[in-house]
């Protein structure tokens, strides 16, 4: 059973950085690409990142771009976002998703772990 | 990037069939057949319940279809069971730099 389980969310002040991990488990890590999706309160779900299998391409929403880094270990099929210039806006959950095998759409999606920026 | 457009809520009784629209662009929907529909929950995470366009992972009930005609993707859902009720979204590649483009979301409400 593909499960995937994200953990680090938290509390920040605008300005400060978090780290979010996601352990992946019930399928090959390394064959996959990955992704981080969220959501603001209330509000609709937007693409954040994605990652391929090896960790050799990175993509981002332009407005996390210069801030956010995705990363990948896939010794211990984890993944990883660093987040640093917190804003205010950013203030979301965030789900670790899996890439589908032979599409392009989100297929697994772990529970989510909630960011909230704020003084 | 704008998001697709979705009615905000959709209604129906227990088995009737209901059809949520997504409306997007040639850059998103209009361009690619990687539209896909996710369901999800008060407070858990969204599901796969359509990709491709017309493609039900396994798993789903075949009482989820999806459909596309120009730049305007259809999820129906057949038989309205009282599980059904949560938000859905659509969602597309896009040409755009943002990759990915999720719809504004509807609210199903089973009556």
């Known amino acids: 059973e593909v499960q995937l389980a994200e953990s680090g969310g938290g509390l920040v002040q605008p300005g400060g950085s978090l780290r979010l991990s996601c352990a992946a488990s019930?399928?090959?890590?390394?064959?996959?690409?990955m992704s981080w999706v969220r959501q603001a309160p209330g509000k609709g779900l937007e693409w954040v990142a994605n990652?391929?299998?090896?960790?050799?391409?990175?993509y981002y929403v332009d407005s996390v771009k210069g801030r956010f880094t995705i990363s990948r270990d896939n010794a211990k099929s984890s993944l990883f976002l660093q987040m640093n210039s917190l804003r205010v806006e950013d203030t979301a959950v965030f789900y670790c998703?899996?890439?589908?095998?032979?599409?392009?759409?989100?297929?697994?999606w772990g529970q989510g772990a909630l960011v909230t920026v704020s003084s | 990037q704008s998001a697709l457009t979705q009615p905000a809520s959709v209604s129906g009784s227990p088995g009737q069939s209901i059809t949520i629209s997504c409306t997007g662009t040639?850059?998103?929907?209009?361009?690619?057949?990687?539209v896909s529909w996710y369901q999800q929950h008060p407070g858990k995470a969204p599901k796969l319940m359509i990709y491709?366009?017309?493609t039900r992972p396994s798993g789903v009930s075949n009482r989820f279809s999806g459909s596309k005609s120009g730049n305007t993707a259809s999820l129906t859902i057949s038989g309205l069971q009282a599980e059904d009720e949560a938000d859905y979204y659509c969602?597309?590649?896009?040409?755009?730099?943002?990759?990915?483009?999720f719809g504004t979301g509807t609210k199903v409400t089973v009556l």
């Open positions: 998703a899996r890439l589908h095998s032979t599409s392009i759409v989100f297929d697994y």
């Open positions: 019930g399928f090959t890590f390394s064959s996959y690409w």
């Open positions: 990652i391929k299998e090896d960790g050799s391409e990175k």
């Open positions: 040639s850059s998103d929907v209009g361009a690619f057949n990687y």
């Open positions: 491709d366009v017309n």
């Open positions: 969602s597309s590649y896009t040409t755009s730099r943002t990759l990915y483009v």
